[in-house]
């Protein structure tokens, strides 16, 4: 009965969204303020219904209604509860069916944060956010219901995928598709500013806080997303240029690029089309980035199997979302006229390189993944790994994290290169010792360059703050008073730049990782990376669904010791399947990895692993993302505040 | 040309290389309906070499077998992994009795399964094979280079993997690869 609750409910929202992609673009085309206003009332109603149909599969999925196909293929009763909540996006349907609900909030949000917009700004807004939803949701109603019955229902469940069982994937999925989807926000706002045939600062205004919120979003689920891969998959690395990574990058590339375009837009009025394309180009990438994986072309550990016919529905729906807002962009881009003028040299000029420059990287990384389709096209087996990556990401990274310091210190309009550079004097000469004190002392090129790289963008991204404040040039508690007056918006991007720096500090750190694979007996003792390891024990542990088989080891360091860790393999009793669950002892600075392998002769084989500011990879991420949602909180920019100028501005 | 007419056709750009891309994977997306295209393919180190000596025993009441005995019985044959706890064994369950339907002989290998559950999975879905026998511990498997259940291996006359065949048979992949090949070898 609930699971047909949810059935209707999920029909109710088809209609919903259907009635709003119609009636509120309609209404603005022909200035009629009913129709207008049923936007907001549609949003609501179809994210109340999703809500109530998400509701209805997160039920089904807790009282074990196996005769629900999902629930029985998905999910177990011997389950831990969080395991049988968050099963329920853990495959193909209810994953899509949760995109949909991501979605419906947005468009919620919209209505409700939005009744400050112009209100044919909004029904259009809504009306596009209508479009998308309702294809996507009448593909989950037709193609993918989540909802279908299995009769007879097996007296247990299949079971999540063990890999699935795990924290960090699990909240994984709605925090990076609240990334993704979050683009459909400023793509909607793009193609009504097609539709209107107008883009101004208002319209910039509006669209920075969403895409930020989106990309802190994207930001948190790509780090979250590597963090898993680095503790779960047991290979030690962070990042493998798997396709569904790279699907994830690519939205982040040119979001990080519209983030910084809308600024312009807002503060000058210029690159107003450009702005519009990334907006489009970000969610279509977004899109992409969630169906392509679904629809099994690529090739990757984490796509689910999907038929090709649905693979069908999908692509027509892409085609309709992308070709659509790209055949109206290519039709009324034209008529955006760019207002503001500025020279090569300035702060637009440096946002202008920042974006060709993430352009770029998203191109090479576009290329990289999809090449192996097209090679396919012409029966020629390939993949592209690692080194393609990094031959062709690093010359690019080079000149972006050059700009990344200098840029924020340019001014408006026209700058001179010669005193920014002045000001960045400090942070480039740090830069240089700690490049050149880690060479004569390591001699591996690498790190030097990614450490002295690490160390500009973590200064230099303080050099606006530094300039700003006058720091030493005038009494330090004027600069003080004046450091507090500061607005979030300007520390927001400080440190968002220097989460950058953490980051490139935490890769050059892991460029510096050791790792051997050893096969050790009870007892015995190994060095390795300046410590001594030595296998205590194994034994077998009983989990709630799995057995755990454990070693015990000790890793001591100059006769003290360091840690007791315990990785283990763990045998999912329905699957058979083995996860390796790793041990990581981590002081922050660097990380002991131990991953259990398989046992030969009586010994044990271990992987070891000293990873070297491992920790700051991924902390770098958070950090970005603490400076962008700092940024969000800046009274200029809260979605509250435009709205007040936005009513006097621009007569609807 | 004039700077409007240019900035047009620049603006048509983006929907270009979209439309491009579209068609790439429209082309694949046909290619895997028709079964020509597998992003999953995994090329198998059998392929093209003997069956891995192996000796296994019986699920009662068959006997065991081993490779051997695949090499001396009627070839082109097939060799298939399956589990009674997978999920995509009884979907292919369907498919394989239609094969052994047409006179195709099957060997089956139980992978670390008990044998009660073997039993019950056969007489529950039917047992389209020649023979099987029991890989308890997957060693046999491990030989294989196995990379999941179910996975079937055709042999021909000379007793060479000329094909590995990775999840479930559909009676579309059936039809598409798995006799035509077999015609092909015969």
């Known amino acids: 009965m ?27 085309q022909s200035r009629d303020p009913r129709l207008m206003a049923a936007g907001p009332a549609l949003a609501v109603g179809q994210l109340t219904a999703l809500l109530a149909a998400y509701g209805c599969l997160i039920w089904s999925s807790v009282v074990n209604d196996f005769s629900v196909y999902d629930v029985a293929m998905n999910s177990s009763s011997t389950e831990p509860l969080f395991y049988r909540i968050t099963g329920t996006w853990g495959n193909h349907d209810g994953s899509i069916l949760l995109w949909c609900l991501v979605l419906a909030i947005c468009g919620g949000a919209v209505a409700l944060f939005g009744r400050g917009l112009p209100s044919a700004l909004r029904a259009r807004v809504l009306g596009v956010m209508g479009i998308v939803s309702a294809g996507f949701l009448l593909f989950t109603l037709t193609a993918s219901n989540p909802f279908r019955r299995m009769w007879p229902p097996p007296i247990q469940g299949a079971a999540i995928n063990p890999l699935l069982q795990d924290p960090g994937l699990a909240i994984h999925p709605p925090i990076l598709y609240t990334g993704y989807v979050g683009f459909s926000i400023p793509f909607a706002f793009a193609v009504a500013a097609l539709l209107e045939g107008r883009v101004d600062a208002t319209w910039g205004r509006w669209v920075r806080p969403w895409t930020l919120a989106a990309w802190c979003f994207l930001t948190c689920g790509i780090a979250l997303g590597s963090w898993w891969a680095y503790y779960e998959l047991g290979w030690g690395g962070f990042w493998f240029w798997d396709p569904v990574e790279n699907a994830s990058l690519l939205p982040w590339l040119t979001g990080t690029a519209l983030l910084h375009c809308a600024i312009v837009v807002e503060k000058r009025e210029a690159l107003k089309t450009w702005t519009v394309l990334l907006a489009i180009a970000t969610f279509s990438l977004s899109l992409c980035g969630t169906f392509m994986v679904r629809s099994g072309i690529l090739n990757s550990v984490h796509s689910f199997a999907v038929d090709p016919t649905q693979g069908v529905f999908i ?56 090449y192996p389709l097209f090679a396919a096209l012409f029966h020629v087996q390939l993949s592209v790994g690692p080194p393609y990556f990094h031959l062709t990401v690093v010359p690019l990274l080079v000149p972006l994290f050059l700009a990344m310091s200098v840029g924020p210190v340019l001014a408006w309009k026209r700058a001179d290169l010669a005193p920014a550079l002045l000001r960045l004097w400090w942070a480039g000469a740090i ?27 973590i200064l230099g991204a303080f050099a606006e703050l530094v300039e700003r404040v006058r720091l030493f040039r005038i009494p330090l508690g004027n600069s003080w008073s004046r450091l507090r007056a500061q607005p979030l918006g300007v520390w927001g991007g400080a440190i968002a730049h220097a989460g950058m720096g953490v980051t490139v500090a935490g890769i050059a750190g892991m460029s510096l990782a050791l790792s051997t694979i050893v096969a050790v007996a009870p007892g015995q003792t190994i060095a390795f990376g300046g410590y001594q390891w030595t296998l205590l024990a194994m034994h077998d542990v009983p989990g709630s669904d799995y057995t755990a088989h454990v070693a015990d080891l000790r890793i001591m360091r100059d006769g003290r010791q360091v840690a007791v860790v315990h990785p283990s393999l763990r045998t999912f009793g329905q699957q058979h399947q083995t996860v390796t669950d790793t041990s990581i002892q981590t002081n922050l600075l660097r990380d002991l990895y131990i991953a259990l392998g398989g046992e030969q002769d009586g010994k044990v084989v271990l992987r070891l692993h000293v990873n070297t500011l491992a920790a700051f990879v991924w902390l770098g991420a958070l950090v970005m993302a603490f400076g962008g949602a700092l940024s969000l909180v800046d009274r200029r920019l809260r979605v509250g505040a435009p709205a007040r100028r936005g009513a006097v501005g621009v007569p609807a | 040309m004039d700077a409007v007419i240019r900035r047009r056709l620049l603006m048509l750009g983006p929907l270009g290389i979209a439309a491009a891309g579209s068609g790439v994977f429209w082309a694949l997306l046909l290619r895997m309906q028709q079964g020509k295209y597998d992003p999953h393919a995994l090329q198998s180190m059998l392929v093209g070499k003997p069956l891995p000596d192996f000796t296994l025993p019986g699920q009662a009441p068959s006997a065991g077998f081993s ?34 339907r047409q006179g195709v002989t099957i060997w089956g290998i139980a992978y670390k399964d008990k044998a009660a559950a073997t039993a019950g999975f056969l007489t529950r ?23 999941g259940v179910p996975e079937t291996y055709v042999v021909d006359r000379t007793g060479i993997v000329r094909l590995r065949y990775a999840g479930g048979l559909s009676s579309d992949s059936v039809n598409d690869t798995i006799l035509p090949l077999l015609r092909k070898l015969a």
């Open chain 1, 315 to 370: 692509l027509v729906l892409l085609a309709i979302t992308i070709g659509g807002s790209l055949a109206l962009f290519a039709f009324r881009a034209p008529v955006l006229a760019a207002s503001g003028v500025f020279a090569p040299i300035s702060r637009e000029g440096a946002l202008v390189l920042n974006n060709v420059l993430l352009c770029s990287l998203c191109a090479v990384v576009f290329t990289g993944t999809a």
């Open chain 2, 67 to 100: 490779n051997t005995d695949v090499n001396r019985g009627k070839l082109p044959a097939l060799v298939n992994f399956f589990a009674s706890w997978c999920i995509p064994c009884v979907e292919e369950a369907s498919a394989l009795d239609g094969l052994a």
């Open chain 1, 431 to 457: 830069a240089a010792l700690i490049g050149i004190g880690t060479e004569f002392g390591l001699h591996r090129a690498f790190a030097a360059a990614g450490f002295a790289a690490a160390a500009w963008l």
């Open chain 2, 125 to 147: 879905y039917g047992d389209p094979y020649h023979q099987v026998a029991r890989d308890a511990d997957g060693r046999t498997a491990i030989n294989f280079g196995l990379y």
């Open chain 1, 2 to 28: 609930i699971p047909e609750l949810g059935h209707f409910a999920l029909a109710l929202a088809v209609a919903l969204a259907a009635a709003q992609a119609v009636l509120p673009i309609v209404g603005a």
